[in-house]
């Protein structure tokens, strides 16, 4: 599976984007579709993740964005809202067919990403 993540660019801070991930082929609802981010100096950290309907946050991303999925397009969404300016990062799409609940908020448990698309929030 390859996944090409679109959306990203420059907002000033209380502003949004919308995210896409569009996977190369059907994935079903159990895959596995998740976001990700690396900040400038950071490591990648875990934002969102849906499977089976199913949404999980990072509790600094919680209430602000929100994950979907539209799997007749093969293709997860995150919407950001209420950007602030420590939201600047790559954001990353990942998936994965064979995860485990609780291992969905590490880097190591998704098989394929994407390509990463910038996301810049000015004060």
């Known amino acids: 599976v390859q996944l090409q993540a679109s959306g990203g660019g420059l907002v000033q801070s209380g502003g949004s984007l919308r995210l896409s991930c569009a996977a190369s082929?059907?994935?079903?609802?159990?895959?596995?579709m998740g976001w990700f981010r690396q900040g400038p100096g950071k490591e990648r950290e875990f934002v969102a993740a849906i499977r089976s309907g199913t949404t999980y946050y990072a509790d600094a991303v919680k209430g602000r964005f929100t994950i979907s999925r539209d799997n007749t397009k093969n293709t997860a969404y995150l919407q950001m809202n209420s950007l602030k300016p420590e939201d600047t990062a790559v954001y990353y799409c990942?998936?994965?067919?064979?995860?485990?609940?609780?291992?969905?908020?590490?880097?190591?448990?998704?098989?394929?990403w994407g390509q990463g698309t910038l996301v810049t929030v000015s004060s």
């Open positions: 082929e059907r994935t079903g609802s159990r895959y596995v």
């Open positions: 990942a998936g994965g067919g064979t995860l485990i609940l609780s291992t969905l908020r590490d880097v190591a448990a998704y098989d394929h």
